[in-house]
């Protein structure tokens, strides 16, 4: 299925590894021009290198905090006008809610509600004008079902949620869609960092409650993170025009609703 998108260019947050990067491969290769955002620059290089050998696609690195304002106005100086707009940024820390102070909220709420929310403000009115945008943010399965330990995520990302609602209703007339990815467990280094953090809590070997997690799981698996990469590139094509303001949880099953 070709997907309409050749020769769009999109801003892809949080992409040197794992899921931002995945996001930023698949819309590469649909020849998509990206712009890839990252901290560290050395990994980000060398994705950029990956992404380019594998795709042939034009590729852009952003070694900048997406999280600070002068991190969002470095990615929009290499890419004012993005057709696509894909908002992730690192999740925060695991805990317990009454160790956590007004700091450590504010954290969460400007990597995980507010980045997003700004990036969309300096983009979006361009889209609605070109008659094309796609906005996908990458929350997380803790948005339908929350996860203990990961209060800071479950609160931050359910602000961003509820706002997202409101304002898709608000662009789909002129063909700007935005929607939420909700990632279940996937292969990637966050991941394994918290299968290590939860093993040293309960003083177990992180590979026993790896393999208990999979067994347990519906599709005997975690996620790769392709996958993820796969169903974002299907949300910015031009074929997707009349989803938005949708919630698409993909986890393997591991969500035990009927909806
Ligand atoms: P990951 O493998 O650790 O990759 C994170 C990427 O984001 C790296 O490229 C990192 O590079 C970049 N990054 C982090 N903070 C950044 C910042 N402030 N500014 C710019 N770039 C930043 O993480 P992941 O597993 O792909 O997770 C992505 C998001 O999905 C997170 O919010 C996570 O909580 C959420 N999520 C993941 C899973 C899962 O199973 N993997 C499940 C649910 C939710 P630098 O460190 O160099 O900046």
Partial sequence: MDLGITGKTALVCASSKGLGRACAMSLAREGVAVTIVARTPGPLEATAEDIRAATGAPVQTVAADITTEDGRSAALAALPDPDILINNAGGPPPGDFRDWDRDDWIAALDANMLSPIFLIKATVDGMIERRFGRVVNITSSAVKAPIEILGLSNGARAGLTGFIAGLARKTVRQNVTI??????????????????????????????????????????????????GDACAYLCSAQAAYITGQNLLIDGGAYPGTF
């Fill in 179 to 228: 929607n939420n990815l909700l990632p279940g467990a996937f292969d990637t280094d966050r991941f394994h960092a918290n299968v290590e953090a939860g093993a040293k809590r309960a003083g177990r070997p992180a590979a026993d409650m790896l393999a208990e997690r999979m067994a347990t799981a519906p599709a005997g698996r975690i996620g790769d993170p392709a996958e993820f």
